[in-house]
């Protein structure tokens, strides 16, 4: 039986009149180390309800499997906001948006590119029957009817946004219902009729989402859905960032008013986001209008608690307002946690990416190039090789361009770059010799997770061909990079051009958060103690790698950095200030 109801205009629980004030905290996004000063410090904002998104990509990285480790023991982090006296709103898709590499679907889904995507297409439906059966027996004990924090359910995500599938959505719904989900079940949507329309079903609980214009979205939901309360799912009090774009933020001021006119309607709602946190490795996503823009790694979305878990402004102003219309606790507010002395990371020695490939990932050979998806990559790189049959200037077509981004270089230098979002699919380049070595280091930057090009693939997307002549017989060498122990006996090496790691150590007297900065670096990815921070670029805005504490430890630490450009510089700095770049006005 449900703990939550509903009535006329708002939610009971457990018999009692209760309003949900929560805030959004995706344990996928925090270093496990931290999951539980983030819920206290959402339960000291005065949320009594915390939610969170379930990555299906992540918790299934193959069919038939199930991963509930580490960053992904949700059991763990659900008995956490237990403890911090928090419940809990569960959303675990199977899509969810999020600016989440795939929105969250499994790249394995594309193997087959007839399959209709969110929808009732059986082969769809019958993956997602497979990663249930495997997730929601070790969820059903957290939910509320058995005593613990999860009190309502999410069907979908802004399905309205994308289709009108009813019989996909009564699938889910008959599916958590049949796998032992007795909580509230509830959809939302984007507060516009025929979105509100599209993604509802009938006897579940109907939401919004928005960020302004309160009064005129909560009257569009009242007029949808005739009774019951008034919820908005995602409260927008921030946004994102794409690289090379201004850094979105939005005052204080301004969203504390917005969720003053929102709690004095009476409405529940979820803050979106309450904590950011970070795309940790490779796990951004992308948006797709007129062209392709890669999310950047940072989460921060200017949420009420920072990246690194500090209070900011919002924090201080929302836990004013919501003290006006529940219990906030009468405690002391967080103070901001111990950062890092600066220091300095010396990277004298080097491992060259091109001649190391064959360590780091098995090569598949094939005719065509294949794409990412057909050799069971999910995310990261792949090196492309073979041989160019005839010397001189002529031009490399690839067919169908590239996902997301190309380096091509010819006998080991480099002679150009292609990428998905200026839709370059050619390129002039000089040839030495009859069977000089082709390679294309593609980098995949994140799956598009909203609209229909979701489960585009990555890679070389066709045939290339150079003056013509199709070029066949490749060497594939897919490079997840989870595992960096080959590149061990890294090597002084004073060279700083072309795609390479570089190592470093630094000592630390006592761990605390810190921000990795790399003036002088071009692109690439971070990882410290073999912890994957993530991707850095200077196309900006964002100019630091959030460090989490818990990433670092006493002692000796590595950094490692693969370059995948050139550098001018062999130091990297570790400061005790973010920059998140230039804002947006």
């Not at 009420?304 to 002391?332: C, N, Q």
């Not at 017989?473 to 490079?479: F, N, T």
């Amino acid at each position: 039986m449900s703990a939550l109801t509903t009535t006329a205009d708002g939610f009971t629980l457990r018999g009692e009149p209760f309003r949900i004030i929560s805030g959004a905290l995706h344990y996928f996004r925090v270093h496990p180390g931290q999951w539980a000063d983030r819920l206290h410090k959402a339960r000291l904002m005065g949320l009594n309800t915390v939610e969170t998104y379930v990555p299906w990509n992540l918790h299934q990285p193959a069919p038939g499997t199930l991963d509930l480790d580490g960053l992904l023991d949700l059991p763990r982090y659900l008995r956490l906001a237990q403890e911090e006296g928090l419940h809990v709103l569960l959303r675990p898709g199977p899509y969810i948006c999020a600016e989440w590499d795939g929105g969250g679907l499994p790249a394995w889904l594309a193997s087959d590119r007839d399959i209709r995507l969110r929808s009732s297409d059986p082969r769809f439906t019958d993956a997602i029957d497979g990663y249930f059966d495997l997730l929601l027996p070790e969820l059903v004990p957290f939910m509320a009817a058995a005593g613990g924090p999860v009190i309502a359910v999410q069907v979908e995500n802004e399905y309205g946004a994308y289709g009108n599938d009813a019989a996909y959505l009564k699938h889910l719904e008959q599916g958590l219902r049949r796998r032992g989900v007795e909580e509230l079940l509830f959809t939302c949507d984007q507060a516009d009729p025929a979105h509100l329309a599209a993604g509802s079903i009938p006897g579940v609980l109907a939401t919004g989402t928005f960020g302004g214009k309160i009064a005129q979205s909560l009257e569009r939901l009242r007029a949808h859905q005739k009774r019951g309360p008034l919820m908005c799912t995602e409260f927008w009090i921030g946004w994102f960032d794409h690289w090379g774009e201004p850094h979105h933020v939005r005052s204080a001021d301004d969203a504390a008013a917005s969720l003053e006119t929102l709690l004095a309607a009476g409405a529940s709602v979820n803050i979106y986001m309450f904590h950011g946190g970070t795309n940790f490795a490779f796990t951004n996503g992308a948006n797709h209008d007129h062209a392709y823009s890669p999310v950047v790694t940072s989460y921060d979305y200017d949420a009420p608690l920072a990246e690194s878990g500090d209070p900011s402004p919002k924090y201080h102003a929302f836990r004013e307002v919501i003290a006006r219309h529940a219990p906030v606790p009468d405690e002391p507010v967080p103070a901001p946690s111990p950062k890092l002395p600066p220091t300095t990371v010396t990277l004298g020695r080097r491992t060259p990416l091109l001649d190391r490939a064959g360590e780091l990932g098995v090569p598949v050979h094939s005719r065509e190039p294949l794409t990412m998806e057909a050799m069971g990559l999910r995310a990261g790189f792949v090196l492309y090789r073979t041989t160019l049959p005839t010397a001189g200037d002529g031009v490399l077509h690839f067919t169908h361009g590239v996902g997301d981004r190309a380096q091509v270089f010819v006998d080991g230098a480099p002679a150009g770059v292609l990428e998905h979002e200026h839709h370059q699919e050619s390129l002039t380049v000089r040839v030495p010799r009859a069977g000089a070595r082709l390679d294309v280091l593609v980098e995949n930057m994140g799956g598009v997770n909203y609209g229909p090009r979701i489960g585009d693939d990555k890679g070389l997307l066709g045939p290339v061909s150079f003056d013509g002549v199709v070029l066949r017989e490749w060497d594939a060498h897919p490079l997840a990079l989870n595992d960096l122990t080959p590149l061990a006996d890294a090597t002084p090496d004073a060279t700083r051009a072309g795609p390479a790691f570089h190592h470093g150590t630094f000592h630390v007297d006592t761990p605390a958060d810190t921000f990795l900065a790399l003036p002088g670096w071009t692109k690439g990815q971070a990882w410290i103690n073999g912890f994957n921070l993530g991707r850095y670029w200077n196309r900006g805005p964002q100019r630091t790698l959030y460090v989490p504490a818990p990433a670092l430890r006493a002692g000796t630490n590595e950094l490692v950095l693969l370059e995948l450009d050139a550098t001018v510089t062999s130091r990297a700095l570790l400061t005790d200030t973010p920059d998140l770049g230039v804002e947006k006005i």
